[in-house]
């Protein structure tokens, strides 16, 4: 039987720490280098946010610069990694009855690059992204990415790439280093404290959970690939938090493992 593989949420934070080397970064090469070689990756990348469930089909995926602003050295960053279209279909037929485009147009977004180029730098191990649909309530994403689970037991590694908080309006844009807003750090708690318990209902519904989750998730598409991630978790998985930290004040870099 192969080994099953962990499920990780990866806090992201700014897309410079694709060309960077900082704690971040080292941390998401140390856990790369530490993990079972998988077969390949899927991804949910808060980037991939639009109407509908799609999932990435083509054999060779082009690497998309999805923002602005930033120096030429970061536009210049490819990353080659393979599709894998026999995955792509694995996962189609795993969340069926859901309706689930193949798609052969997208690619891998920052969310998704920013993060393998630090864990998987030779870029040798086949990418698949998968979208989230933004018509859809976190339950619903919670309940689909179960059906995921069993694709750890196929070799495949199963990432998320958001932050769990995720407030740009509050970003301290300055050169200087911040302390995490109050808010910020209640909310991280909470969150850290329901999956240390395995109590997943409340992440899902966490906009009961008060003003500080609405401040912390704003919008939910940094939140959600969590939610993808802590649904895999299955009876005796470990928990652990291989990255912690903060950035600009009103962004969490914490990273999760599952397994």
């Known amino acids: 039987m192969a080994t099953r593989l962990p499920a990780i949420f990866f806090g992201h934070g700014n897309p410079m720490n694709a060309i960077s080397t900082n704690e971040y970064t080292q941390a998401w090469s140390a856990i790369g280098a530490a993990l079972p070689r998988p077969r390949a990756v899927l991804v949910i990348s808060a980037h991939w946010y639009l109407p509908g469930t799609h999932v990435t089909a083509m ?10 602003g930033f ?24 969340l069926a009855p859901a309706d689930v485009t193949l798609d ?43 059906r995921l689970a069993p ?33 910020a750090v209640r909310f991280e708690q909470r969150a850290r404290n329901f999956i240390s318990a395995g109590d997943h209902e409340p992440l899902v519904d966490y906009e009961a959970l008060g003003r500080d989750a609405l401040l912390s998730v ?18 005796g998985d ?22």
Do not use: C
């Not at 147009?105 to 920013?114: F, R």
């Not at 870029?123 to 309940?143: C, F, G, N, S």
């Not at 750890?152 to 200087?176: C, F, K, T």
């Open 218 to 235: 704003p919008t939910p598409e940094h939140y959600l690939p969590l939610l993808y991630v802590i649904a895999t978790q299955q009876p």
């Open 59 to 68: 054999r060779q995926p082009r690497t998309i610069h999805d923002f602005g």
């Open 151 to 183: 694709l750890r037991d196929e070799g495949v590694l199963i990432v998320g790439s958001g932050n769990v908080v995720h407030n740009l309006h509050a970003y301290a844009w300055g050169r200087h280093p911040v302390e995490p807003f109050d808010w």
């Open 104 to 146: 052969e147009n997208w690619g891998l977004d920052h969310g998704t690059w920013s993060v393998l180029v630090h864990v998987y730098p030779d870029a040798d191990v086949p990418v698949v992204q998968l979208a989230i649909d933004e018509t859809k309530p976190p339950a619903y994403h919670y309940e689909l990415a179960k």
């Open 71 to 94: 120096p030429r050295e970061l536009y210049e960053v490819r990353y080659p990694a393979p599709g894998d279209p026999p995955l792509a279909q694995r996962v189609r037929d795993l």
């Open 238 to 259: 470990e928990v652990t938090y291989p990255v912690e930290g903060g950035d600009g004040g009103s962004i969490s870099m914490l990273s999760v493992r599952v397994g």
